[in-house]
Structure formats: structure tokens, C-alpha cells
């Protein structure tokens, strides 16, 4: 099975700030994915990080707000753009390996936007 | 994906099994059924996935209806680290794809 290592763990910052989140794999997978967690809610995809290109965003989910990279099989990031209390929210890692393995996920980055 | 159906919450005592129920009356031939849970503050754990045959693991067991349009995820003797909000997810074998999650089922075992 994969572990997926997700930093940082947790953050408050300040409205209008952007936050970079990463998320590491310690061995290669097939696909890796950025979900959201909203309070009491539950998980809704944000988009797919595809290796050396574009992510594929999710309805609702725009790339000026929520840019992905993904520079090789093991690691990606996530950067939340010019935040807003709205965007208080669990966001979540998750990657894939080759075949029909089961989807692996990070602890989560739980941030608040003060 | 076909769209899945479960209870809000349910309570189980500490020992006793916890039989959670998923409903997917529109799943399809090619579509498997998968349990994963999120303990408060974590990440989804995998838990067990079939598709028609009842499946057992270490966590878990999984009873699929003949139909393939209901199942039930079985922890048999639960403790109180199975306080989880358990999802059950219908997704396509074999494909690498995002899962969707539902709203889930918080079971909360009592002791």
C-alpha cells in the first residue's frame, strides 16, 4: 500500500493570501487527485493532477483559483489562491497505483481563512 | 458511477456486530462496490470492495445481494476506534479513476 504525505497538516491564514499544498507518495502511482472537505461535509473532487500537464478540474473548480502541478509520478501540489473564509475546508490528497488498486489518501490539510 | 444510498447514522454496541446497508439500485454489470472509512480528522481508509461473490478481509466483511442491488458491510465485533463515517462507493474495476463519495453513514460505537 502507499503512504501519502500531505504538508502542511493544518494552517490559518489571512483572506487574500494564497496557501501551497504538498502532497508526496512514496512510490509511483497511476493517478493522483485534490478533493475538498468543507465542514461537516462530504468529499468532493477538486480535480486530477495529470503528470507534466494541465490538471483536469471538476465542475465548480477553476485553475486560476486552484492551480495543480504534478512534475512526476510521486508528487503534486495544490496552491488555494486568494482565499476567503469559503475556502476553510479539509483538502485532501488522494493517488492511485497501476491496475485496480484501492485509492490511498493523505491525513488532509486542514485550513482556516481569518 | 451509479449513485449509492445509506443511512445517515447508526449506533453499535461496543462487541456487538455493525451491519451497515448501502442501496445501488442502478449499479451495473461492470461496476463494483467499495467501503472506505474516515475516522474523525483523517484520511479515507479502504476498507473491502466485491462485486457479486461475498468478500471477507481482515477489516471486514462485504454481503452483496443476488441482485447486485444492495450490499452490507459487516465489522463483526466493533470497537470503539470503528467510529467512522463509512462510505459506500460504486465505481467501474479497473479503472484508475476519482472515487465519488456520498454523504456516508457515521456509525458511532458505544461502550
Known amino acids: 500500500s502507499a503512504v501519502i504525505s500531505q504538508k502542511p497538516s493544518r494552517d490559518i491564514c489571512q483572506r487574500g493570501t494564497s496557501l501551497t499544498i504538498q502532497c508526496q507518495v512514496d512510490?509511483?502511482?497511476?493517478?493522483m487527485f485534490w478533493y475538498r472537505q468543507q465542514p461537516g461535509q462530504s468529499l468532493t473532487l477538486i480535480a486530477t493532477?495529470?503528470?507534466?500537464?494541465?490538471?483536469?478540474?471538476e465542475s465548480g473548480f477553476v485553475i486560476d483559483k486552484f492551480p495543480i502541478s504534478r512534475p512526476n509520478l510521486t508528487f503534486s501540489t495544490l496552491t488555494v489562491s486568494n482565499m476567503s473564509p469559503e475556502d476553510s475546508s479539509i483538502y485532501l490528497c488522494?493517488?492511485?497505483?497501476?491496475?485496480?488498486?484501492?485509492?490511498?489518501f493523505g491525513q488532509g490539510t486542514r485550513l482556516t481563512v481569518v | 458511477d451509479a449513485k449509492t444510498t445509506q443511512p445517515p447514522s447508526m449506533d453499535c454496541a461496543e462487541g456487538r456486530a455493525a451491519n451497515l446497508p448501502c442501496n445501488h439500485s442502478?449499479?451495473?454489470?461492470?461496476?463494483?462496490v467499495y467501503w472506505y472509512r474516515q475516522i474523525h480528522s483523517q484520511g479515507p481508509q479502504y476498507i473491502i470492495h466485491?462485486?457479486?461473490n461475498n468478500e471477507t478481509n481482515e477489516m471486514a466483511s462485504l454481503i452483496i445481494t443476488e441482485d447486485r442491488k444492495s450490499s452490507t458491510l459487516i465489522l463483526p465485533h466493533a470497537t470503539l476506534r470503528d467510529t467512522a463515517v463509512y462510505y459506500c462507493?460504486?465505481?467501474?474495476?479497473?479503472?484508475?479513476?476519482?472515487?465519488?463519495f456520498g454523504s456516508g453513514t457515521q456509525l458511532t460505537v458505544l461502550p
Open positions: 466485491g462485486l457479486k
Open positions: 488522494s493517488a492511485v497505483g497501476g491496475g485496480d488498486t484501492e485509492a490511498f
Open positions: 512510490s509511483q502511482v497511476t493517478m
Open positions: 442502478t449499479i451495473s454489470g461492470n461496476e463494483y
Open positions: 493532477a495529470n503528470q507534466g500537464s494541465e490538471a483536469t478540474y
Open positions: 462507493i460504486v465505481r467501474v474495476y479497473g479503472s484508475a479513476r476519482q472515487l465519488t
